[in-house]
């Protein structure tokens, strides 16, 4: 079974650059997480989907990050511009919708910003 | 709000060692709790749950035991492996609005030597 599939995989790219990265979420999964993880702060949440649509985005660390979901089956997280403190882990993450099983991980997206 | 506090690491042991990482938690309502294992380079995996009091997850010789008494949710190993290295994260959970909301401890760093 194809689990949660991100990419790219590493991103290395100036300061000022766009940043968009992808996640194409388990097949037939509603819910749908972005988190960022560093060694400062550990792993959090910045922004979950249900149903394609953004149910809290309170953890997106400011306007320079957004996220979309057009479909059930591909989402992007954008930072424009990026910064180097955005350098990070970032991971997808996917679930059944209404807790109904754990959430799954992708392998991530390890991104420098130099 | 709700939070997750595990033991510090990095924790290291011998092969075949007992294996306790700690986890105590802070939530309202009855949250539900996870343990996930991240290895190197890979996202985090699911390696147990519990959804109430006095559940006992297990999965690959690993247990937790979900205690309301003492708001915790010790891991625990009869004889690790090398293996088994790597990073393990305390996490529970919220039903919000149809999304199981994940909060994380900091996460432990085993490392089992031969």
């Known amino acids: 079974d194809a689990g949660v599939i991100q990419s790219p995989r590493h991103e290395v790219t100036e300061m000022g650059q766009e940043v968009t990265l992808r996640c194409k979420p388990i097949?037939?999964?509603?819910?749908l997480f972005w988190y960022r993880q560093t060694m400062m702060r550990g792993l959090e949440l910045l922004i979950y989907?249900?149903?394609?649509?953004?149910?809290?985005d309170s953890g997106m660390p400011e306007d320079r990050f957004s996220a979309k979901m057009p479909n059930a089956s591909f989402s992007t997280l954008k930072i424009q511009p990026s910064e180097p403190r955005d350098s990070a882990v970032y991971f997808c993450?996917?679930?059944?919708?209404?807790?109904?099983?754990?959430?799954?991980f992708g392998d991530g997206t390890r991104l420098s910003i130099l | 709000g709700n939070s997750v506090t595990q033991m510090e690491g990095p924790v290291t042991l011998s092969e075949e060692a007992f294996l306790t990482i700690n986890c105590t938690y802070t939530?309202?309502?009855?949250?539900?709790l996870f343990w996930y294992v991240q290895y190197p380079g890979e996202g985090l995996q699911l390696l147990l749950k519990?959804?109430?009091?006095?559940d006992k997850g297990s999965n690959k010789g690993f247990e937790a035991t979900y205690r309301k008494e003492t708001t915790s949710f010790h891991l625990e190993k009869g004889s690790v492996q090398v293996s088994d290295s790597a990073v393990y994260f305390c996490?529970?959970?919220?039903?919000?609005?149809?999304?199981?909301?994940?909060?994380f401890g900091q996460g432990t760093r085993l490392t089992i030597n031969p």
């Open positions: 993450a996917s679930s059944l919708q209404g807790g109904l099983g754990p959430q799954h």
């Open positions: 097949s037939g999964h509603n819910s």
């Open positions: 989907f249900n149903n394609n649509v953004p149910i809290d």
């Open positions: 939530a309202t309502g009855y949250p539900s």
């Open positions: 519990a959804t109430k009091a006095d």
């Open positions: 996490a529970l959970s919220s039903l919000i609005q149809g999304a199981q909301k994940l909060v």
